[in-house]
C-alpha cells in the first residue's frame, strides 16, 4: 500500500486534433488536500473532467488506491468513490434536500415504491453530522447557496467518497459560508478523506492546501508544498512570467459632474432607500456579501427590474421611465454578473455579440445594416481591447477563455461610447493575466471621463481600483470609504451584518 | 502551410455541416429523375414548382418564428379562415358580381385575417407572457372552428366553388404557372434580406439565442415577437390565397395536411427549434425537399398516412443530425456513454 490516493502518468487528451493536455504525471496522497490552480485554459477543467468520468482520456494510465482506474461515466467514477462538487450546482431546486441525496438511486420497499421513511432518517443523518439548518423535507430552492454546497457535500459522503473534487466552491458564497466551507474540508480531511481543491483564489488555496499544483498550458507547471512557495513564486508558475504589478496605475482627474445619481431608490426587499452619485472619471467601488443586494442595485439602476419607488437622473436628466434601453438612450452600458445568460450570445460568433448594441447606429431608415461599418467597429473594439480571437465572423464566443468573453462584453458597450458603467463582478472566471487587461479597460474608461460603479466581492481588486469604495449590506448602502482610508478589515466589518447596525 | 484544395475541401464541408439538407435533396432529386416515372417531365415539374410556391410562402413566415425559439400552430387555421372568407367575398358577396373589386378585397380579407392573428399571438405572447405553443394552439383551434362554421353557414358543403376565373392566374393555371413561383420567390427574397441585411433580422437572432441577454443590451424583445408573429399570420394569409387559386375553391378542410408539411419543411431544412440558429435558405431546400419526397411519392402511388410516417421519421431525424453536428463535444460524451451501456 502506497500513500497515493489518486496517481496519474502521462494523461493526454486533445480535441479535435488540438491538444489539451500533454501527458500530465499528477499525484493526491492519502488525506490531503492538494490545491490546483491556473489561468483559464491551463486544462484544469478537463483533467477534472477525466478523473470525474466525463471525459476520456486519449493515452495514460490513472491509478485508484493501487487499481487501474477507467472511468467511462460519472457515475464510474462516483461507483469508485470520487465525487465532484461543481462549480455550478447540480441540485434539482425543485426537489427536497432528501430527494436530491438519493436522485441516482432511490431504496424502494417490498412493493417497488420509494421507501420515504428511510430517505428521510438517512437524509436526517447526513444534516446533522453537519448540523445543517434544514430538514429532508426542506426543499432546494429555499436554501442559499452556501447550504445548498453542503447538501452536495453530505450527499457526496452518503455515497463513500474517498476522493472529493471542489471546483471553485467559492465563487458564490458570501465570506461566512465561506468559512464554513472551510470548516467542514478540515472536517472532511480529520476523516482521511484526500480533497482536490481547484481555484483562482489564491488566499484561499494558501490558507487550505497542503500541496499546490500549477497547470499551465496543459503540463504541470509545478507541485510544492504550500508552506514553501510564496504568492509571487506561484502567480509566476501559473502566467510564466513575473507580474510586476497586480493593479494597472493610470493617472486620472476626477471632475464634478455627477453623471448618475440616484435617488431613494427602493425594490421589494431587496434593494432599501439607496441614494448615489457617480462623478465622472470617477471608479466607485459596491462591496458587500452575497445576497447584499448589489446585483439588484445595478438591475434596478439599468431598469432590467422595475423600481418600486425614487428617482434616477442619468446625464443630468431625470428618467421617467427606466428601461434598459432608455438607459443606454441616457449613455449608460452595464456588464452582468453572469455573462454566460444575461451577457453574450453563446452559441453566436465574436463579430454578431459585438455589434449587438451598435448596430442601430449603423442602420439606414429602412432598417438596412451598413455590414461595413459594422465590420469596421468590430475590428477596431478587438483590437482596442486586445481581444484573442482568430477568425470573428466564424468564431463562437462559447470557445473563447473567460478573459476573452469578458472583453467581448466590454466590447459590445465600449463600440457604443457610453458614459456610465455599471459593472457587476467584471473579474468573475477571469484569469490572473487577463484581470490585469480588465482592470487597465477599466481605468482607461474613467481616464477617458466614464462614471464607473464597480461591483465586487473581492476587497483587494475594488482596493486597487476604485476611488471610492461603498458598502452595501442587507440592501442599504452602509458605509462609504474614500481611497485614503481603505482598510480590509474595516470594509468587512461594515459589510458583515451586526446588531449595531440594525 | 496552405493548401488550396484541403481549403476548398473545409467550404464544402462546412457548408454540408450547416445544411446538412443540401446533400441529401441533391441525392433525392437525381433518385428521383432516375427511378420514378413521369418525374421528369415538364408537366410534373412544373406542377412541383407551384406545389412548393405556396408551402415556401408559409415556411417563410414560420421560420422567423421558430428562429426565435416559438412554434405558430395558427398558420393552418389562417389557410383555412382566410380561404374559405375570400372565397366568400368572391363567389356569395355582394361584390361577387364585379370582378375587379371583389379579388383585391378578398386578397386583403385573407391576408388581414394573417395580419389579425399573427398580431393576438403575439400580443397574447408578449403581454399575457403565454409561451407561444399555447397562445397559438388556442388561435388556432377558435379561427379553425370559426372556418368550418362559417363555411357551413354560407354553402352546403365543405367548401365555396364559383370563384372568377382570373383569380386562378394567382394560382398559376395554365400559361401563368409562373406567377405563384414569381410571388414565392419574391417572398422568399423579402425574408431572406430581412433577416440577413436587416436590424430586425439581427434581432430575430439575437432574441432567439438569448432574449435575456437582449433585453439587457437594449433590444425591443416585445416589438421584434409582435412583428414575427404578425409576419408568420401574414404569410400564411398570403399562402392561402395562392393555394385557393390553385384549388379553385375556398376550403374549409386546406389547413389540414399543411402544418405538417410546413413544420417539416422548416425543421428539416435545418432551423433549429431552440431558437437562434438556421434561417430561410435552409428553409427553402426544406421546402424543395418535402415536396419533392410528396411529389414522388404520389407519382408512386404511395398514400398519405405513409407520407406522415416518413415526415415524422425525417423531422425526427433530422433534429438528431442538427443535434449532433452542432455539438461536437456532445458527440463524443455520447459515444462515451454507449460504451458504458
Not at chain 1, 441540485?91 to 430527494?99: D, I
Not at chain 1, 459593472?423 to 471621463?449: C, H, Q
Not at chain 2, 421560420?63 to 372568407?85: K, M, R, W
Not at chain 2, 379561427?143 to 382570373?166: D, H, K, N, W
Request: hydrophobic share 45%.
Amino acid at each position: 500500500m502506497s500513500d497515493t490516493a489518486l496517481r496519474l502518468a502521462g494523461v493526454r487528451k486533445a480535441f479535435s486534433g488540438v491538444p489539451v493536455l500533454h501527458g500530465l504525471d499528477f499525484a493526491l496522497k492519502k488525506g490531503e488536500v492538494l490545491g490546483v490552480t491556473g489561468e483559464n485554459g491551463a486544462g484544469k477543467s478537463t483533467l477534472m473532467n477525466i478523473i470525474g468520468g466525463v471525459l476520456r482520456m486519449d493515452a495514460g494510465t490513472m491509478t485508484l488506491f493501487d487499481e487501474p482506474y477507467a472511468p467511462c461515466s460519472p457515475a464510474q467514477a462516483t461507483a469508485k468513490g470520487i465525487a465532484f462538487i461543481h462549480q455550478e450546482l447540480n441540485l434539482f431546486t425543485n426537489l427536497t434536500v432528501a430527494e436530491n441525496m438519493f436522485i441516482d438511486g432511490f431504496p424502494t420497499n417490498r412493493f417497488g415504491a420509494i421507501d420515504h421513511k428511510k430517505i428521510t432518517s438517512i437524509a436526517q443523518q447526513a444534516i446533522d453530522r453537519f448540523s445543517l439548518p434544514v430538514t429532508p423535507a426542506t426543499k432546494v430552492a429555499d436554501l442559499s447557496t452556501g447550504i445548498r454546497q453542503m447538501v452536495e457535500i453530505s450527499k457526496a459522503l452518503l455515497k463513500n467518497a474517498r476522493i472529493i473534487i471542489f471546483d471553485e466552491p467559492t465563487t458564490s458564497l458570501s465570506s461566512r459560508e465561506k468559512n464554513a466551507l472551510f470548516h467542514t474540508i478540515g472536517e472532511l480531511q480529520q476523516r482521511g478523506i484526500s480533497m482536490i481543491y481547484i481555484s483562482h483564489i489564491l488566499e484561499d488555496i494558501f490558507r487550505l492546501c497542503d500541496r499546490i499544483t500549477v497547470l499551465r498550458d496543459g503540463r504541470i507547471a509545478g507541485t510544492s508544498p504550500a508552506a514553501e512557495i510564496s504568492e509571487n513564486e506561484l502567480i509566476k508558475r501559473m502566467v510564466g512570467r513575473e507580474l510586476s504589478q497586480i493593479f494597472p496605475s493610470i493617472e486620472k482627474t476626477i471632475s464634478d459632474t455627477v453623471l448618475l445619481e440616484a435617488r431613494h431608490l427602493k425594490w421589494r426587499q431587496r434593494v432599501k432607500d439607496v441614494s448615489l452619485k457617480l462623478r465622472a472619471g470617477e471608479i466607485v467601488g459596491l462591496y458587500g456579501l452575497m445576497g447584499a443586494g448589489r446585483t439588484e442595485l445595478a438591475k434596478v439602476l439599468f431598469g432590467v427590474e422595475q423600481r418600486d419607488a425614487g428617482e434616477l437622473i442619468l446625464n443630468h436628466r431625470l428618467m421617467a421611465q427606466v428601461s434598459p434601453s432608455a438607459c443606454i438612450g441616457g449613455n449608460a452600458a452595464f456588464i452582468t454578473e453572469d455573462r454566460r445568460s444575461e451577457g453574450l450570445l453563446m452559441s453566436k460568433p465574436v463579430d454578431d455579440n459585438l455589434c449587438l448594441v451598435k448596430s442601430a447606429d449603423l442602420t439606414n431608415r429602412l432598417g438596412v445594416v451598413n455590414v461595413v461599418e459594422r465590420a469596421r467597429h468590430n475590428r477596431e473594439a478587438i483590437k482596442d481591447l486586445q481581444i484573442r480571437v482568430v477568425d470573428p465572423a466564424t468564431q463562437l464566443v462559447s470557445s473563447l477563455s473567460g478573459g476573452n468573453q469578458q472583453k467581448v462584453v466590454f466590447g459590445k458597450w465600449v463600440m457604443k461610447d457610453p458614459k456610465i458603467f455599471l459593472l457587476d463582478e467584471p473579474t468573475r472566471g477571469v484569469d490572473v493575466g487577463a484581470r490585469f487587461e480588465i482592470y487597465s479597460i477599466i481605468m482607461d474608461l474613467a481616464k477617458r471621463g466614464s462614471a464607473v460603479l464597480f461591483i465586487s466581492s473581492e476587497l483587494q481588486e475594488l482596493m486597487g481600483v476604485c476611488d471610492r469604495i461603498l458598502v452595501m449590506q442587507e440592501g442599504r448602502l452602509t458605509g462609504e470609504v474614500p481611497k485614503a482610508e481603505f482598510d480590509q478589515e474595516k470594509l468587512l466589518e461594515m459589510a458583515l451584518p451586526g446588531p449595531a447596525l440594525t | 502551410m496552405h493548401n488550396p484544395s484541403s481549403d476548398c475541401q473545409r467550404k464544402v464541408w462546412s457548408i454540408f455541416r450547416e445544411m446538412p439538407i443540401l446533400p441529401l435533396l441533391i441525392v433525392s432529386f437525381l433518385g428521383a429523375i432516375a427511378g420514378v416515372p413521369y418525374f421528369c417531365t415538364v408537366g410534373n415539374l412544373r406542377n412541383y414548382l407551384l406545389q412548393s410556391s405556396d408551402l415556401l410562402i408559409i415556411s417563410c413566415g414560420l421560420t422567423f418564428v421558430v428562429l426565435n425559439g416559438g412554434i405558430d400552430f395558427s398558420i393552418t387555421s389562417i389557410l383555412t379562415l382566410g380561404s374559405v372568407a375570400g372565397a366568400y367575398v368572391m363567389a356569395l358577396s355582394p361584390l361577387a358580381a364585379t370582378p375587379a373589386l371583389s379579388i383585391p378585397v378578398a386578397i386583403a380579407v385573407m391576408m388581414g385575417i394573417g395580419l389579425l392573428v399573427g398580431m393576438v399571438n403575439g400580443l397574447a405572447v408578449t403581454q399575457l407572457k403565454m409561451p407561444s405553443f399555447v397562445a397559438t394552439l388556442a388561435t388556432q383551434l377558435v379561427v379553425g372552428g370559426l372556418a368550418v362554421q362559417f363555411t357551413s353557414m354560407v354553402s352546403a358543403t365543405s367548401s365555396i366553388a364559383g370563384l372568377p376565373e382570373v383569380f386562378f392566374v394567382l394560382g398559376g393555371e395554365g400559361r401563368f404557372f409562373f406567377v405563384p413561383i414569381l410571388i414565392a420567390v419574391a417572398v422568399w427574397l423579402f425574408s431572406w434580406w430581412l433577416l440577413e441585411r436587416t436590424l430586425f433580422g439581427q434581432w430575430v437572432y439575437a432574441i432567439g439565442v438569448n432574449p435575456k441577454a437582449s433585453f439587457i443590451s437594449g433590444l425591443p424583445v416585445k416589438r421584434t415577437i409582435v412583428g414575427l408573429m404578425v409576419l408568420s399570420g401574414v404569410c400564411a394569409g398570403l399562402a392561402s390565397v395562392i393555394a385557393t387559386a390553385r384549388n379553385g375553391v375556398g376550403m374549409s378542410s386546406l389547413g389540414d395536411k399543411m402544418f405538417l408539411t410546413t413544420i417539416a419543411s422548416v425543421i428539416v431544412g435545418g432551423t433549429n427549434t431552440s431558437g437562434g440558429h438556421g434561417g430561410v435558405m435552409h428553409t427553402l431546400l426544406g421546402v424543395l425537399f418535402i415536396t419533392l419526397l410528396n411529389n414522388a411519392l404520389n407519382l408512386l402511388g404511395v398514400g398519405w398516412y405513409t407520407m406522415m410516417i416518413v415526415l415524422g421519421g425525417l423531422i425526427l431525424l433530422s433534429a438528431m443530425s442538427t443535434h449532433l453536428l452542432n455539438s461536437r463535444a456532445g458527440w463524443t460524451w455520447k459515444k462515451g456513454q454507449a460504451s458504458d451501456v
